[in-house]
């Protein structure tokens, strides 16, 4: 684990990979989460220290017009139950997304090794297939009207 | 001989009233009384194919146990196959199944037409009954007996519960379910018993195997609580007396006749020579139950008031003698159980259907809605009271022979049984004999005259259907000898080659001198 | 960096698959492309047609025993037995499926997503054609079937089970009448089905872990000599169990059976209750032989009393039911309970009397379901066992049918039920497990009263003033069922070509 953090030291912050190395001596199995833990921890920190501070420096009689605790400009407008019911076509738009968004997921280690030696033909024409069958799916949702909005 | 011998009687007999049911069933509704006369032509034919059959059949000197065997496979895979063989106590039977279908066919010419059902689609079911009940005994291959005992059901359980009388749904599924769980036991037993056995169903090889005696007892007792609630025997007996009060009075006479001794012949033709020593293990418990299924069963006849469930109540009571005669392991005793099969199947199918007359003309079974009816049909009346004193085993009537056998049988191993038996004849002579005087004999109740069928005394057809069951017990009960010609060389064989028992010296030469 | 090979793909023994897969493509191009009144017979003729293709492929490479793709797929012999019953079933479900006479505009719903007793939905349940969709979606759902039985690693058989699975999951919604029902259906069969399937999937994670694979192969060797905590083996089997024990609806995982059975359109239940048995069966036999025979002695009491409760939960349980789809539901799930049976026996003759079993049944139940489809009265099917009263004096010709087939069930000689039960059973004592047999003897008394029942409402009921008349059947259910009847009772009477079929295909390929 330490090993791991000599091999890549972050540019110009030795200070820090020593001190990991040094509460991974601590700690043993977990100090390289240190590094993790102080910077939780940093963030903490400024994030309380900027708020406090806030509340320290603001007036202390906020005025109360009539609107302020509503959502902020282009919200939507707070009304009416919690179950909104959303356009059904938000989920067909969603299921669209994921069928390509899962396809480039296989493109993309697909693409570092098709020209490789051993490959080539068969399997471009293989991808072509995959591709074409989740083609199929947007097609078959293009002919049923999906992507026209009325 | 040869040439009859290897005439295939059995699979004709099984095969030919399927086919005679399937054309039956096929003749539209209205012909009615077409189906009537082609399932009585097909009975009637498979009633001389038999006679032909009995008369082929080699007896004494060298003859061969088994006969008439014929084996095609079936089922390789699973080494099934279509084996049929009688010996005697089989043959005796096909001989009363084909004596009794083509009485019964007769005998319920108008049944069907009263219940407003269709009339071939009886007949047809009739006949299918017919063939199932000779593939049963025929079957010389476990499997197939399995298949003819289970499919049995069927024809059975539609006769009861579409032409029965008023209980008869009830009566219908409480016979299935009882046959269908003794069946079921019967399956794994079958099952255990084919693999223990080398995957082979072939009766004469499963006969050679050694069979551990823990696993030999489980497989017994599988085999026997199936034919002992088909035969029925106390404590399984319930449905008898609901099935037999529901049924048509033709399919009752077939249903106690026939198919029950289809429990007691399988106790004798697997779990014997199948399980020697589990029989024996057993033996005692058998007895038993038979002992109590005489007493009871008669006890509760005296108490019935419908007239079908007595009678069926007395079968229960026959079935006990038939149980103890062959669970006593003597040749003599089982000779006289195999006779009391045939003759029980005679005298209780003929007096089903003297009932069955006698119910087709009140519109009641009750005993209390006779009474003095003798003084309207005098003629049935007399056939009544002769086919009770059949059945009660009166000296001079076939009964008399087989019980007086199996008592004598019992009697020189056991004792105390053959004693306690006696008793249950003389409740049986209560309980006919009470049935009679309630029925025919004393004042006649008033209602009956005004019903115009019970003023007809015994019709022609009716003469037809009586006088060769009367023939035949009167016969029998004289010269027995035919008959247990037949049967004495295969009891024996089942009793010690089978069993390895050995008869105990005879008591007095005049009784088995009686039974040759 | 080491150079990768590609594995050598075997495109023959791939074909049935290939082609299935192929046709439903199509299918989904005819859906979009085709004009609206040739969509049903183009889509009928081509699902039917490819699923004969198929049937053919399997045929012709019956003798083909070899592990392909990467060692993901195996065709050998309980492979190449179980393609061809699941398309032989597929093609008379099918039949099912495409039957429009019945009712206007068949069984299927138009629009699935109209609200449920809207005006529009109404106006639709009058007769507007129904989803032609549900080609395309069958015939994914059996390529997804041929691939679930010949996968030979668990990420294969995992992707199959989706493929399986999702479309059938559609097709339980879209009944036309009944919509509600259907809907329920859908939703709980998707929702157990998922857990099923995240089962399934941690069960293959904790296997990885032990085995450091995922192919079947793999694992057997693992198990034969892994260092690796017993732990993850134990889990990881009993949880890949959970997945295919929901599939085949065994107890305790078959809570979603008889609502999905009673909500489904008939003929998918026909189809779920058929083929996804067969695939279903098929997969747990192959990971349960191929993969784990090395620890069978653990696992056998275990599946062995899952075998007993799904026999006692099925059978007791249908004695109750007032409706005639859920007691077949009921009755399916003690059948799947006689399957385990044969499944436990762990022999050769355990494998081949489950092929046998599964045929068998598949064909019953199809005839059955047929059956139901055509009792009708104006709200579409009348499936409440009452409805059946008298229904052998209105049409005995039916009545007669399913007599058969419920004598089919209860196991009487000369039906296939008869001989099916008697294989497993046999399998079973031959393979020590005679307490199944015991616990399989007795609920099968127990079913058989639910069975009599219907037989007696049929025939010995006198008929009440609503009997639902019997639609006359379309050629499709006619041959359908025709074609059920005829197998039930041949493979009673004349088993041996069957029997020694699965004879001969009961060994696996490693």
Redesign the interface.
């Known amino acids: 684990m330490i090993g791991a953090n000599q091999r890549f030291p972050p540019p110009g912050d030795v200070a820090l990979v020593t001190m990991s190395t040094n509460l991974g001596r601590m700690t043993g199995y977990l100090g390289s989460y240190a590094v993790l833990g102080l910077l939780l921890l940093a963030g903490a920190l400024v994030f309380v220290g900027a708020f406090g501070a806030n509340r320290l420096l603001r007036p202390a009689n906020p005025a109360e017009p009539a609107g302020k605790r509503v959502a902020y400009e282009s919200g939507i407008d707070p009304v009416g139950g919690n179950w909104a019911q959303m356009q059904i076509r938000y989920y067909v738009y969603a299921f669209l997304y994921v069928l390509f968004a899962v396809e480039s997921v296989f493109l993309f280690p697909w693409a570092v090794v098709f020209a490789d030696p051993g490959y080539g033909a068969a399997v471009v024409a293989e991808m072509g297939i995959f591709v074409a069958v989740l083609a199929l799916g947007i097609v078959y949702a293009w002919r049923k009207g999906v992507l026209t909005w009325s | 001989m040869a040439g009859v011998n290897n005439f295939p009687f059995l699979s004709i007999l099984t095969l030919g009233p399927l086919v005679g049911a399937a054309v039956v069933a096929c003749i539209p509704k209205a012909k009615g009384n077409l189906a009537k006369i082609v399932a009585l032509a097909v009975s009637l034919v498979m009633l001389v194919l038999s006679v032909f059959m009995w008369v082929a059949f080699q007896v004494g000197g060298d003859a061969q146990r088994f006969q008439f065997r014929e084996s095609y496979p079936w089922i390789p895979g699973l080494g099934v196959n279509f084996t049929f063989a009688a010996d005697g106590i089989a043959l005796v039977m096909l001989m009363l199944i084909a004596v009794l279908v083509p009485l019964v066919i007769l005998a319920s010419w108008h049944d069907a037409e009263q219940s407003r059902r269709s009339v071939p689609v009886y007949f047809a079911l009739l006949l299918s009954l017919e063939a199932c009940m000779f593939g049963v005994f025929a079957a010389a291959d476990v499997f197939l007996f399995y298949v003819f005992f289970e499919v049995m059901l069927v024809p059975m359980y539609f006769i009861i519960g579409s032409y029965g009388t008023a209980k008869r749904q009830y009566a219908a599924v409480k016979f299935f379910l009882y046959s269908l769980v003794g069946g079921l036991f019967m399956l794994a037993a079958v099952i255990g018993l084919w693999v223990v056995g080398g995957k082979t169903f072939d009766w004469v090889a499963l006969t050679q195997i050694d069979i551990q005696t823990g696993t030999e007892r489980w497989l017994f007792l599988g085999f026997f609580i199936a034919f002992a609630i088909k035969a029925p025997f106390f404590p399984f007996h319930t449905w008898l007396p609901d099935a037999g009060g529901a049924a048509p009075a033709g399919a009752a006479a077939l249903l106690v006749g026939v198919l029950d001794k289809v429990g007691t012949f399988g106790i004798l033709r697997y779990c014997l020579p199948l399980f020697p020593e589990a029989s024996q293990w057993f033996a005692p418990w058998a007895i038993a139950l038979a002992l109590i299924g005489i007493i009871y069963a008669a006890l509760l006849a005296v108490g019935q008031n419908d007239l079908k469930r007595l009678v069926s109540y007395t079968s229960i009571a026959h079935f006990g003698f038939i149980g103890i005669g062959i669970f006593a392991f003597t040749t003599q005793a089982g000779t006289g159980a195999v006779l009391y099969m045939l003759n029980h199947g005679l005298a209780t199918g003929l007096l089903f259907l003297v009932v069955g007359m006698f119910v087709a003309r009140r519109g009641s079974a009750l005993v209390s809605d006779f009474g003095g009816a003798g003084k309207l049909v005098p003629v049935l009346a007399g056939v009544l009271f002769f086919a009770g004193l059949a059945s009660l085993a009166l000296p001079g009537t076939a009964p008399f022979v087989s019980e007086f056998l199996v008592l004598i049988g019992v009697f020189t191993v056991n004792k105390t049984v053959a004693v306690i038996a006696t008793l249950g004849i003389i409740l049986a002579a209560a309980y006919v004999l009470w049935m009679v005087q309630r029925t025919t004999q004393g004042t006649l109740n008033p209602a009956l005259a005004d019903i115009e069928p019970m003023r007809k005394d015994i019709t022609l057809r009716e003469k037809v259907v009586v006088a060769p069951l009367i023939a035949l017990l009167i016969v029998l009960g004289f010269y027995p000898k035919p008959v247990t010609d037949v049967i004495n060389p295969a009891v024996e064989a089942t009793m010690q080659q089978d069993m390895g028992k050995q008869d105990p010296a005879p008591t007095g030469g005049g009784v088995t001198e009686a039974s040759r | 960096m080491e150079?990768?090979?590609?594995p050598p793909i075997d495109y023959a023994a791939l074909s049935p698959i290939l082609i299935l897969f192929g046709v439903a493509?199509l299918g989904?191009?005819v859906?979009?492309?085709a004009p609206r009144r040739a969509r049903h017979p183009v889509q009928l003729v081509l699902a039917i047609g490819g699923s004969v293709a198929a049937l053919v492929m399997v045929v012709l490479e019956r003798n083909t025993r070899v592990v392909t793709i990467g060692d993901a797929v195996a065709i050998d012999g309980p492979s190449l037995f179980l393609q061809g019953a699941i398309l032989l079933l597929g093609i008379v479900s099918l039949l099912l499926i495409g039957e429009r006479s019945l009712e206007a505009g068949g069984p299927f719903v138009a629009q699935a997503?109209l609200t449920v007793g809207s005006e529009k939905d109404n106006r639709q349940a009058q007769g507007a054609p129904g989803n032609t969709e549900i080609y395309p979606l069958a015939v994914f759902a059996l390529s997804g079937m041929l691939l679930f039985v010949a996968a030979n690693d668990l990420l294969t058989m995992f992707i199959a089970l989706e493929v399986l699975s999702l479309p059938l999951y559609l097709l339980c919604a879209l009944a036309r009448r009944k919509r509600l029902l259907s809907q329920e259906a859908a939703l709980k069969y998707f929702l157990l089905g998922s857990y099923a399937s995240a089962f399934f999937l941690f069960g293959v994670a904790l296997l990885y872990g032990y085995a450091g694979g995922v192919n079947l192969q793999q694992i057997n060797e693992a198990v034969a000599a892994s260092q690796n905590s017993d732990i993850l083996l134990y889990a990881g089997l009993a949880l890949l169990a959970i997945g295919l024990l929901f599939k085949v609806a065994a107890a305790p995982f078959h809570v979603w059976t008889p609502d999905v059975y009673q909500g489904a359109p008939t003929p998918v239940t026909a189809f779920m209750a058929a083929c996804t048995k067969v695939a279903g069966f098929g997969a747990l036999l192959r990971v349960l032989y191929v993969a784990f025979e090395g620890v069978q002695w653990d696992y056998q009491p275990v599946i062995g009393t899952i075998a007993v409760l799904t026999m006692i939960v099925g059978s007791v349980l249908a004695v109750t039911q007032q409706d005639i789809k859920r007691l077949l539901a009921y009755s399916s799930i003690a059948n799947a309970g006689y399957l385990l049976v044969g499944v436990v026996a762990q022999n050769r003759e355990g494998v081949s009397s489950t092929l046998f079993y599964l045929v068998a049944y598949g064909f019953t139940v199809l005839a059955a379901f047929g059956v139901v489809s055509l009792v009708r009265d104006a709200d579409g099917e009348a499936t409440h066992l009452s409805r059946w009263a008298g229904l052998g004096r209105r049409s005995p010709l039916l009545a007669a049918i399913f007599t058969f087939l419920m004598?089919a069930f209860?196991?009487?000689?000369?039906t296939s039920g008869?001989?099916s039960?008697?294989?497993v059973?046999?399998a079973a004592?031959?393979g020590g497990q005679?307490w199944l047999?015991?616990a399989g003897?007795?609920t099968?008394?127990i079913i058989?009263?639910p069975y009599?029942?219907v037989i007696?409402m049929m025939?010995?009921?006198e008929p009440a003033e609503t009997t639902p008349t019997v639609s006359v059947p379309g050629w499709m259910t006619s041959a359908a069922v025709f074609i059920g009847v005829l197998a039930t009772l041949a493979l009673g009477v004349?088993?041996?070509p069957l029997?020694?079929l699965t004879?001969d295909a009961s060994l696996f390929v490693r």
């Open positions: 150079d990768l090979n590609l493509c989904v191009l859906e979009a492309f997503a004598l209860a196991g009487i000689p000369l008869f001989i039960k008697f294989v059973f046999g004592i031959d005679s047999v015991v003897v007795v099968s008394m058989a009263f009599l029942r007696v025939w010995l009921s004349v088993p041996s029997l020694d004879n």
